[in-house]
């Protein structure tokens, strides 16, 4: 406050008070990064020595959180085309998320301890997922322009599968055959019927031809089934001129019946098809007339449902700009050239690094003083607690600490009064935190003797 304080009074004032202007923001920014660090400003002033590495870490923190904002900007903005505004609000807030975050991991890891390793490797697992989501959109931005010719030909590609599954698939056959049976309908009406039909164009003729495939094979399985019903066989256990096999007769005398029909249908087909005379122009003229509206309305039908189909994948192909078809994109450029593979990965990993930055540099800072000066004040802080505790603890009772913040809220008259920590309590601390810390090493150098006048 007494910062802001300088500047709003020196904001207005002649150019001699600007260093304490510089002064009262640098303190403001050096407070700010303190505080993203995770260390205590009042244990701190005690050791001014250790404020660069804590410096060192806020930075670090504030660094990450700049990132993800610029890498969320590019991704709202590649992906959904947001405008300015509402890409700068949701940006800030992965920001915030991501700063808060970085904070957190900083502060609950211990420069110390038995079992770091297990509550650091968490920590640096979720640092590394972190780290890969905000340096994709920053990769993808950097190779835009390799990314976006490789779209135009990904789009192209899928354009040219699209045709050919739209020529060579159902609807483009059915597609081809009525547009070949309209055509050979528009002949015979033009010629007045003198024109014959070919047979293989012909649908009628088709028709007939597949059902008479069909009674053939029926034909085929009864006459197979009666013969084993009458000299035995794999499936028929009792053989004879049985109920059974008078049956299975039966059956293949009708499907014989009908095979002998479709073939004089289609005979008769034929001869009508290839007819001259007056008489039978004229009957292949009606037919014809009265066939082609209903095969003319089918081929509509189905041109409009393939236009509808072309409509919908333009449509769908020319905005598919998202953020999986450029990752698509980025993957197939990468595996074509390998300069730009060595390109993204270098610089994939050389993002990840700094968006790791905050907690590398927290594990790789040794404990100083400032960690000695904050594990003897929690030290002094879990000393008073037993006080408190030891001190309500008079009829024998297992006391919680609960219990006594609650007494102590209830009755702040009889709030027990604790000693400060003797040198002993300090000693004992200082002892236990020599066999904690590996890396403690003994002072070097003459020391001073005690009680000198200096």
């Known amino acids: 406050m007494e910062s802001a304080s300088h500047i709003a009074a020196c904001s207005h004032t002649r150019p001699a008070c600007w260093p304490r202007m510089l002064a009262a923001e640098r303190a403001v920014m050096r407070g700010f990064l303190i505080y993203l660090s995770g260390a205590r400003p009042d244990i701190l002033a005690r050791c001014p020595t250790e404020t660069p590495k804590f410096l060192g870490i806020g930075g670090a923190v504030l660094i990450t959180s700049l990132l993800a904002f610029i890498s969320m900007m ?13 890409t700068s609000v949701f940006s800030l807030m992965w920001a915030l998320c991501v700063l808060h975050l970085d904070r957190w991991m900083v502060t609950s890891l211990s420069p110390r301890g038995p079992g770091r390793f297990m509550v650091v490797l968490p920590r640096v697992l979720m640092s590394l997922l972190m780290s890969i989501l905000i340096s994709t959109p920053l990769v993808l931005q950097i190779f835009k322009p390799e990314i976006d010719a490789q779209i135009v030909a990904i789009q192209k590609q899928r354009t040219e599968e699209f045709q050919r599954n739209l020529t060579e698939g159902r609807l483009g056959s059915e597609i081809a055959r009525l547009a070949e049976v309209v055509r050979v309908l528009r002949n015979v009406i033009n010629s007045g019927g003198e024109k014959g039909i070919d047979p293989d164009v012909d649908p009628r003729m088709k028709t007939l ?16 089934e009666w013969q084993c019903q009458l000299y035995g066989g794999e499936q028929c256990e009792v053989r004879g001129d049985g109920a059974l096999a008078r049956k299975a007769q039966e059956s293949y005398d009708s499907a014989r019946r009908r095979l002998d029909a479709l073939t004089r249908q289609i ?4 001869k009508f098809l290839t007819a001259s005379g007056e008489q039978a122009n ?5 037919e014809a007339t009265d066939d082609l509206r209903g095969y003319q309305d089918q081929l509509d039908r189905r041109l409009e449902q393939r236009e509808a189909l072309r409509e919908n994948f333009n449509a769908e192909n020319h905005n598919s700009g998202g953020l ?27 993002l990840t690094l700094i968006e790791c930055l905050p907690v590398a540099v927290k594990l790789m800072q040794r404990p100083g003083l400032y960690e000695r000066l904050l594990a003897e004040h929690e030290y002094a802080v879990l000393l008073e607690l037993e006080a408190r505790i030891a001190a309500l603890d008079h009829d024998g009772a297992r ?3 609960e219990e006594v913040w609650e007494r102590e809220e209830h009755e702040p008259d009889q709030a027990v009064v604790t000693r400060p920590p003797t040198d002993e309590d300090r000693q004992a601390q200082q002892d236990r935190e020599l066999r904690t810390m590996r890396d403690a090493r003994p002072p070097t150098g003459p020391r001073p003797a005690e009680g000198g006048d200096g």
Not at 267 to 270: T, W
Not at 324 to 349: G, H, I
């Open 209 to 224: 031809q597949a059902a008479r495939i069909k009674a053939q094979q029926d034909a085929d399985k009864f006459y197979d």
């Open 74 to 86: 590019f991704a709202l903005v590649s992906v959904m085309g947001a405008n300015v505004m509402t």
């Open 282 to 286: 004229q009957a292949r003229l009606k």
């Open 267 to 270: 005979d008769d087909r034929k």
């Open 324 to 350: 999986l078809l450029r990752l698509q994109a980025l993957n197939e450029v990468s595996a074509r050239d390998s300069t730009v593979y060595a390109a993204m990965v270098l610089l994939f990993l050389f």
């Open 399 to 401: 006391v919680t600490l």
